[in-house]
């Protein structure tokens, strides 16, 4: 029922806000097709959105709880959405949002969120680690490639490494690279190739196409038997903003089926000039090595100890001679010294000896034993004694003994 008023009979406005707002939620719950331009999360049971008409220029404002939110799974902005939504008005400042019930991803933007959970799941499994990559050979036996028949990524992939290195060699498994039975072909392919001794190497390739044309390269299954391959696999599917599942997993993901190509065998013309710079670098070191050898071999042979070997010699001779006339002269001095000191110990010996003493005209007296007469004690009259003079020596008998302190 319309409110009535005039100037004289206004509304209050609260009644009118209550109308509109008895309106609006008349209108009930409508599922409507948007497309999502921002979420804003947050810390709290409300989070809020902005959905946009996907054909008008029209947008609004749109709540949502948590568990709605999270319900629906991951929702990149700019996804397609299919809501249940009710309009509200709020009284505080009768503003006019949305509140959505229930929230579906819908088209491609169902698949990335269905791809997203799946990408999740087997990132917690830690299937995209780093540690698990295995490094490419450098140079492969066989060349393992998985492809569809026929193909412009088989054309590429064999044309590339046939023109980088001509003596390749490729074992190809073709396989179903899109439709139901893909993943399957793909993995039966794989599992051939892995199971071969000779393959040291493993090619998965695959033109570009739609995200739905690329989902058997997103295959649960198909991820986990690249994991579990023990053959190193690099994978070329799509171009360079594809990126299915199996990319992570892989030991190598190339932009593009040229790119592995590029990464599985080195370029003949690059390594062939990389080996003649390398020869000619090696030849210019050894050169150099054998010069600055030969340099110094002519430098310790001009050497005068090596033109002339007894030259260091002479100095020796000449240090050995002066030592020699030195250690003569010292020797000299030390027999005139130890000869003077010889000849004034001779001279006190001769001074001091008896000798010397009967020289001078005294005489050594002993008795007839032979024993020193020192006193007039020493002998008696009557006795004889012997006098040793300087040159004899004389028998004397005692006449008289005085003695000398009388």
């Known amino acids: 029922m319309a409110l009535t008023s005039s100037p004289e009979q206004p509304q209050p406005l609260g009644r009118v806000i209550g109308a509109v707002k008895d309106w609006v939620s008349r209108c009930g719950e409508i599922w409507v097709d948007a497309q999502v331009v921002e979420i804003k999360r947050r810390n709290a049971p409300t989070q809020f959105m902005t959905f946009r008409d996907r054909i008008a220029d029209m947008s609004c404002q749109v709540t949502a709880s948590t568990l709605v939110l999270d319900a629906a799974g991951p929702i990149p902005e700019g996804s397609r959405v299919t809501a249940r939504i009710r309009p509200r008005v709020w009284d505080r400042n009768s503003t006019l949002s949305y509140e959505c019930l229930e929230l579906r991803v819908a088209g491609e933007g169902r698949l990335l969120a269905q791809l997203e959970q799946l990408k999740r ?20 036996r066989m060349i393992g490639l998985v492809t569809g028949k026929d193909s412009d990524a088989e054309r590429d992939v064999v044309t590339n490494v046939e023109r980088r290195w001509p003596g390749a ?3 190809i498994r073709h396989a179903l690279v899109q439709g139901a039975d893909s993943a399957e072909s793909v993995m039966t ?28 390269f997103s295959d649960e299954g198909l991820v986990r038997a690249v994991h579990a391959a023990r053959t ?5 599917i799509g171009h360079e903003r594809d990126f299915p599942l199996v990319d992570f997993v892989a030991d190598h993901r190339a932009s593009t089926p040229t790119d592995a190509a590029k990464h599985v065998v080195p370029d003949h013309a690059a390594e062939t000039a990389g080996v003649t710079q390398t020869l000619e670098r090696l030849r210019r070191a050894v050169d150099g090595l054998l010069s ?52 004034s110990a001779v001279s006190t010996i001769r001074a001091l000896s008896p000798k010397r003493t009967l020289e001078r005209g005294y005489a050594v007296l002993v008795d007839e034993h032979h024993a020193s007469v020192s006193s007039v004690a020493d002998t008696a009259v009557g006795s004889r004694i012997h006098a040793y003079l300087a040159d004899g020596q004389l028998a004397l008998d005692v006449a008289d003994v005085t003695d000398g302190a009388s």
Request: one cysteine or more; charged letters at 30%.
């Open 169 to 171: 060699r490729i074992r």
């Open 189 to 216: 392919a794989l599992a051939g190739l892995d199971a071969d001794p000779e393959v040291d190497v493993i090619i998965i390739a695959r033109g570009g196409g739609s995200l739905e044309d690329l989902l058997s």
């Open 292 to 343: 600055h050898q030969q340099h110094q071999l002519d430098a310790l042979r001009s050497r005068p100890v090596l033109v002339d070997p007894t030259r260091s010699f002479d100095a020796h001779v000449e240090r050995l001679t002066l030592l020699r006339h030195r250690l003569e002269a010292a020797v000299d001095r030390c027999l005139r010294s130890e000869e003077s000191d010889l000849r």
């Open 121 to 140: 799941k087997l990132q917690a499994e830690g299937l995209f680690e780093a540690y698990h990559k295995r490094r490419l050979p450098m140079l492969p």
């Open 232 to 236: 190193p696999v690099i994978t070329a």
